[in-house]
């Protein structure tokens, strides 16, 4: 439990909820004026009487959403001056206790319920002591604090130590002499950065499944290891990585490193919060001019970018038939913005979906040769890290802010075009794509108006779909090859004799007049609609 006397005195529930995004705390209630600053937290003991709050936060441990009791604590923490109580909903309603609190003019925070309230009071007291220390810019306290952690984990289980981030940065280390390490661990702190190995994204992803500390086997021109997943509630925040040279560490040294999982959290939370709130603000206007907004010329000043200047949306998807759990793509994430950055730096990557999105402005939205040889090393080093099929499609150059959204339109459709089945390709430039990509829009438009289809090619597929012919296959190779029965004969391996036998009766059939150029135009086109449909 927190100290009142210690904690910031500057930060409130709204504040103190920025900085704890993603953890799985949120306000019930309208935000209460009564106690404007959170000053540390008290944990509730029904069987002691409730001390003066002083604007604290209690967490209410076991205090039941459903119980008859429930009301008059809030109501009691309101009168001893609490900022906010704090309870788990146990998958039940809290209406009538949301009424109660905003009467009482007290603000009702719900936890998730799979969140320790051990673990909630460390984070909240780590994000009091962040949010307050948030304009010391440019301090590496939080830093030296990680590699003194290293030390310490060091000391207490016997195995070189290191911390590292969800980009597999090593973030610190530590310097006990005498700990054995291997070539791996030189390689990391000589780079700051993991060396890839083979088996690196299945055990990585293992990792963060794992709900304590996990033991890495040793691999050859490895030692083994013992590392544990950092997270903040539910949220993955990097990792810890002990080496074992000789499989000794015990269930102590486990118990260890699961401990420090939770202070290097509190470190990590308080590094984060000033950039994160940054990142969240310049990401939030990246998304409005992905999103058309018409006051764009406002938003790219507020960017630091020339309204007038050249815009270019990159837009990566993951195959859309392998799904990816959170962790995996929260990595995959960091994977974009930080080879986006190599290209231009400060870009920040906006999901939508599925589909991440990173915006490139000025000198470096038109240098599109390069801009294909970063997105495709982003896609081998997707496929080598992650094991995911990385779709990319570089959207078209925009002058003018006006112009982000209909980059943005193009690489949607880029990606649209690259996940048909008949696709093997993970990389396409709409601007080299212009044609596919306009016959691609002018499909959906015939799909969403079924009135513009032609009648004849609903009539072919709907009787290839039930006799197994190939009459819309034949159709569109044979228009496609300008009605050259050798060359067409050819693409299909059949004889001409055996072709002209199925435009015959495709004229039979469907009444299909192959002469007229509007008739075939039309059929051409509502046969490519309904197929890649």
């Given at each position: 439990?927190?100290?009142?006397?210690?904690?910031?005195?500057?930060?409130?529930?709204?504040?103190?909820?920025?900085?704890?995004?993603?953890?799985?705390?949120?306000?019930?209630?309208?935000?209460?004026?009564?106690?404007?600053?959170?000053?540390?937290?008290?944990?509730?003991?029904?069987?002691?009487?409730?001390?003066?709050?002083?604007?604290?936060?209690?967490?209410?441990?076991?205090?039941?959403?459903?119980?008859?009791?429930?009301?008059?604590?809030?109501?009691?923490?309101?009168?001893?001056?609490?900022?906010?109580?704090?309870?788990?909903?146990?998958?039940?309603?809290?209406?009538?206790?949301?009424?109660?609190?905003?009467?009482?003019?007290i603000n009702l925070l719900v936890v998730d319920d799979d969140i320790e309230w051990q673990q909630l009071d460390s984070l909240i007291s780590s994000a009091l002591a962040s949010a307050s220390a948030a304009h010391s810019a440019g301090s590496d306290l939080a830093v030296g604090d990680l590699f003194a952690l290293a030390n310490a984990i060091a000391a207490m289980t016997g195995g070189a130590t290191a911390i590292e981030d969800m980009q597999e940065h090593v973030l610190a280390y530590s310097t006990v002499t005498d700990q054995p390490i291997d070539g791996n661990r030189r390689e990391g702190i000589l780079g700051r950065k993991v060396p890839w190995l083979e088996n690196s994204a299945e055990v990585y992803a293992e990792l963060f499944r794992s709900p304590g500390a996990r033991r890495i086997p040793r691999a050859p021109n490895s030692l083994g290891r013992l590392a544990v997943a950092i997270r903040a509630g539910a949220q993955p925040l990097g990792s810890i990585w002990v080496v074992d040279a000789d499989g000794t560490l015990d269930a102590d040294a486990e118990r260890a490193i699961e401990r420090a999982a939770d202070v290097a959290a509190l470190h990590l939370l308080r590094a984060r919060s000033s950039a994160d709130l940054a990142r969240a603000q310049r990401s939030e206007l990246v998304r409005r001019l992905l999103e058309g907004s018409e006051s764009s010329h406002l938003?790219?000043?507020?960017?630091?970018?020339?309204?007038?200047?050249?815009?270019?949306?990159?837009?990566?998807?993951?195959?859309?038939?392998?799904?990816?759990?959170?962790?995996?793509?929260?990595?995959?994430?960091?994977?974009?913005?930080?080879?986006?950055?190599?290209?231009?730096p400060g870009i920040e990557c906006v999901t939508i979906g599925t589909t991440v999105y990173a915006l490139l402005v000025g000198a470096a939205a038109i240098d599109l040769s390069r801009i294909s040889l970063m997105a495709q090393r982003l896609i081998d080093r997707s496929g080598a890290a992650l094991m995911i099929d990385l779709k990319i499609c570089v959207g078209t150059v925009g002058t003018g802010s006006t112009q982000v959204y209909s980059s943005r339109t193009d690489a949607d459709m880029g990606l649209a075009l690259l996940s048909q089945t008949n696709s093997r390709e993970s990389l396409v430039n709409a601007r080299d794509a212009r044609s596919e990509l306009a016959l691609l829009e002018i499909s959906r438009v015939l799909l969403q108006n079924h009135r513009l289809l032609s009648d004849a090619a609903r009539k072919v597929i709907d009787a290839d779909s039930r006799s197994g012919t190939e009459y819309a296959k034949t159709l569109r190779c044979y228009l496609e090859n300008s009605r050259d029965s050798a060359a067409t004969a050819h693409a299909l391996s059949v004889h001409q004799n055996t072709l002209r036998y199925r435009l015959r009766r495709a004229d039979e059939l469907f009444n299909i007049d192959l002469a007229n150029a509007d008739d075939t135009l039309w059929l051409w086109l509502s046969l490519r609609a309904l197929e890649s449909h």
């Open positions: 439990m927190s100290n009142p006397a210690i904690t910031a005195h500057e930060v409130g529930v709204r504040e103190l909820l920025e900085v704890l995004d993603g953890c799985g705390l949120r306000l019930e209630t309208p935000v209460s004026g009564q106690h404007a600053v959170v000053a540390g937290t008290r944990l509730f003991d029904p069987l002691t009487p409730l001390g003066p709050g002083g604007g604290g936060i209690l967490l209410g441990i076991g205090v039941h959403p459903g119980a008859n009791e429930s009301a008059q604590l809030i109501i009691d923490a309101a009168v001893a001056g609490f900022n906010a109580l704090i309870i788990k909903s146990f998958s039940e309603s809290c209406a009538d206790l949301v009424q109660i609190a905003t009467t009482a003019a938003i790219a000043s507020q960017m630091g970018c020339d309204p007038q200047g050249s815009f270019l949306v990159l837009a990566c998807q993951p195959a859309l038939s392998e799904p990816v759990d959170e962790v995996t793509m929260s990595r995959l994430v960091d994977l974009i913005r930080l080879h986006c950055q190599s290209h231009q």
